[in-house]
């Protein structure tokens, strides 16, 4: 086991997630060099350093993670986009794991799955204005009058809940804009993360799990995977000199 890779949980399912403190993760010249070619070139294209900070520390933490679960060095894993530009492991380790990065803030969640697609979101608490109005731009209806159900002093974060619940299922699905928010419909707090209803013709797939994910009071995190059933860990990814 190489510097800073990561020993698998024992007994750990066929999906997890990977909470991440970017604000933990420190960018040493050796961890540097695990950045590809392409990845350095994306990171000098953001004006904003702290955006630089997040993109570097959180693909740093990505092929940490990765490396612990294919036993290579975090340097050696390369990936390729596939046709719908969602990227996926390439090389030797081409359609060993399927695996999702999000961050937002100083948090970064990376999922993965084995042999099913899968999607994760997390969003920031913070100001949000209006989201009523956020909302009927971009809701299904029942998600629309959910929220308008909820107090004031709820409804931000039953919001986030919903955002990242939907923005995981499109990930995962790695469709993009070209699936419209509103062509399905997820539950919101406090019950649990579910998939209501898909238009007709939304999803490729029939069965899904949809989690939420606790991360604190600081943000709301949701998974989904493309298998009806399916379970998921969450972990924390152990910062400089800790260990799991």
Same mark, same amino acid.
């Given at each position: 086991?190489?510097? =800073?890779?990561?020993?698998?949980?024992?007994?750990?399912?066929?999906?997890?997630? =990977? $909470?991440?403190?970017? *604000?933990?993760?420190?960018?040493?010249?050796?961890?540097?060099? =695990?950045?590809?070619?392409?990845?350095?070139?994306?990171?000098?294209?953001?004006?904003?350093?702290?955006?630089?900070?997040?993109?570097?520390?959180?693909?740093?933490?990505?092929?940490?993670?990765?490396?612990? /679960?294919?036993?290579?060095?975090? #340097?050696?894993?390369?990936?390729?986009? *596939?046709?719908?530009? &969602?990227?996926?492991?390439?090389?030797?380790?081409?359609?060993?794991?399927?695996?999702?990065?999000?961050?937002? #803030?100083?948090?970064? @969640?990376?999922?993965?799955?084995?042999?099913?697609?899968?999607?994760?979101?997390?969003?920031?608490?913070?100001? @949000?204005?209006?989201?009523?109005?956020?909302?009927?731009?971009?809701?299904?209806?029942?998600?629309?009058?959910?929220?308008?159900?909820?107090?004031?002093?709820?409804?931000?974060m039953a919001f986030l809940a919903?955002?990242?619940? &939907?923005?995981?299922?499109? &990930?995962?699905? #790695?469709?993009?804009?070209? @699936?419209?928010?509103?062509s399905f419909e997820v539950t919101?707090?406090?019950?649990?993360?579910?998939?209501?209803?898909?238009?007709?013709?939304?999803?490729?797939? $029939?069965? =899904?799990?949809?989690?939420? @994910?606790?991360?604190?009071?600081? *943000?709301?995190?949701?998974?989904?995977?493309?298998? #009806?059933?399916?379970?998921?860990?969450? /972990?924390?990814?152990?910062?400089?000199?800790?260990?799991?």
């Amino acid at each position: 086991m190489t510097a =800073w890779q990561i020993a698998m949980p024992a007994g750990q399912p066929g999906t997890a997630v =990977w $909470h991440v403190d970017l *604000a933990a993760i420190r960018l040493t010249p050796a961890r540097a060099r =695990w950045l590809s070619t392409d990845e350095q070139a994306r990171a000098a294209r953001f004006l904003r350093p702290q955006d630089r900070d997040r993109f570097v520390h959180s693909h740093l933490a990505l092929r940490r993670i990765l490396s612990g /679960y294919l036993g290579r060095d975090p #340097g050696d894993l390369c990936f390729d986009p *596939a046709e719908n530009g &969602k990227p996926e492991l390439g090389g030797p380790d081409r359609d060993r794991l399927r695996f999702n990065l999000s961050h937002s #803030g100083s948090h970064a @969640l990376v999922a993965i799955a084995d042999g099913t697609a899968i999607g994760v979101d997390v969003e920031v608490a913070r100001p @949000l204005g209006d989201v009523m109005a956020i909302a009927r731009a971009h809701f299904h209806s029942g998600e629309i009058t959910t929220l308008a159900g909820r107090s004031a002093a709820e409804r931000p974060m039953a919001f986030l809940a919903c955002w990242t619940r &939907k923005e995981a299922v499109v &990930k995962a699905l #790695g469709t993009g804009l070209s @699936l419209p928010l509103d062509s399905f419909e997820v539950t919101l707090p406090p019950g649990p993360a579910t998939i209501r209803s898909w238009a007709r013709g939304a999803s490729p797939c $029939h069965d =899904w799990s949809l989690h939420h @994910l606790d991360l604190g009071a600081e *943000a709301v995190g949701a998974v989904a995977i493309a298998r #009806g059933g399916e379970s998921c860990a969450l /972990y924390r990814l152990p910062s400089d000199g800790e260990t799991l």
